[in-house]
């Protein structure tokens, strides 16, 4: 580990020289590629408080009761507890976020998963105890044809700043399913059912565990609830979701 830092912070001024560090949203130079431009890290939406207790809403006022801060629960969230322990959630999904997963995900921009973990990271809440870093699954097919799993990429960084262990294929996809884009709630979890299970090979390590589900972008919550139900068949004892961003609507 001391070695290869030392390798990379002997060639950084080489690469920066032959690269010049840009911002990714913008294409203004920085002065280390690790990051945004100060415009434009003021165009991410970063999630506040006060919250929803199990799903880290943003409540607007009138939607609470400020001397019922520690219990606040969103609407959806009373309407129909989540399966989940909760969502960690790095930016609130808006034009600059987009801009970032497309990036990342479709533009195989790899390098800016670091950047994503360390804002996903910091809404973490405190993990006493032993953790595992678990992604959200590609089917193969997907995965040869990206090439790389975004939520494995990210779950590899948020394993290393919140030092938990990563359990790469601790899920995986039992058939390929369809984009969700553009389906109901309702199609959408008709799609999923049966396509993501626990790996046989990890049940021992995900029994009792608590566990980081990871993802890029929570939209409907329709994979990470499939997820979520999966791991909790299992016995795992805690399931944390993480992501990048949220599209705040029905997710939760």
């Known amino acids: 580990?001391?070695?290869?830092?030392?390798?990379?912070?002997?060639?950084?001024?080489?690469?920066?020289?032959?690269?010049p560090p840009r911002c990714p949203l913008c294409g203004d130079g920085l002065a280390a590629q690790k990051g945004l431009c100060s415009a434009c890290w003021g165009t991410l939406s970063i999630p506040g408080e006060p919250a929803c207790?199990?799903?880290?809403?943003?409540l607007a006022d009138g939607e609470f009761d400020e001397s019922q801060s520690s219990t606040l629960t969103c609407a959806p969230c009373t309407a129909r507890p989540p399966r989940h322990d909760g969502i960690a959630a790095g930016t609130l999904y808006n034009d600059a976020?987009?801009?970032?997963?497309?990036?990342?995900?479709?533009?195989?921009?790899i390098a800016l998963a670091p950047m994503l973990a360390r804002l996903t990271s910091a809404r973490l809440p405190?993990?006493?105890g032993?953790?595992?870093?678990?992604p959200v699954p590609l089917h193969r097919f997907r995965l040869w044809k990206r090439g790389f799993n975004q939520s494995a990429l990210l779950a590899h960084e948020i394993s290393k700043l919140s030092r938990t262990e990563l359990v790469v294929d601790g899920l995986v996809r039992t058939r390929a399913t369809p984009a969700l884009g553009g389906l109901g709630k309702v199609a959408r979890a008709n799609t999923l059912r049966g396509a993501i299970a626990v790996n046989p090979k990890r049940l021992p390590k995900l029994r009792g565990a608590n566990i980081i589900l990871v993802d890029d972008v929570l939209t409907s919550g329709a994979t990470t609830s499939v997820c979520v139900k999966a791991l909790k068949q299992s016995g795992a004892k805690k399931v944390v979701?993480?992501?990048?961003?949220?599209?705040?609507?029905?997710?939760?």
């Open 130 to 134: 032993d953790w595992l870093a678990v």
């Open 53 to 58: 207790r199990k799903c880290q809403r943003p």
């Open 1 to 19: 580990m001391l070695a290869s830092r030392l390798v990379s912070e002997t060639f950084a001024p080489l690469v920066d020289l032959i690269y």
């Open 97 to 109: 976020a987009r801009k970032l997963v497309l990036s990342y995900k479709h533009g195989g921009r």
């Open 126 to 128: 405190v993990l006493d």
């Open 241 to 252: 979701i993480a992501c990048f961003s949220r599209v705040l609507g029905e997710a939760a």
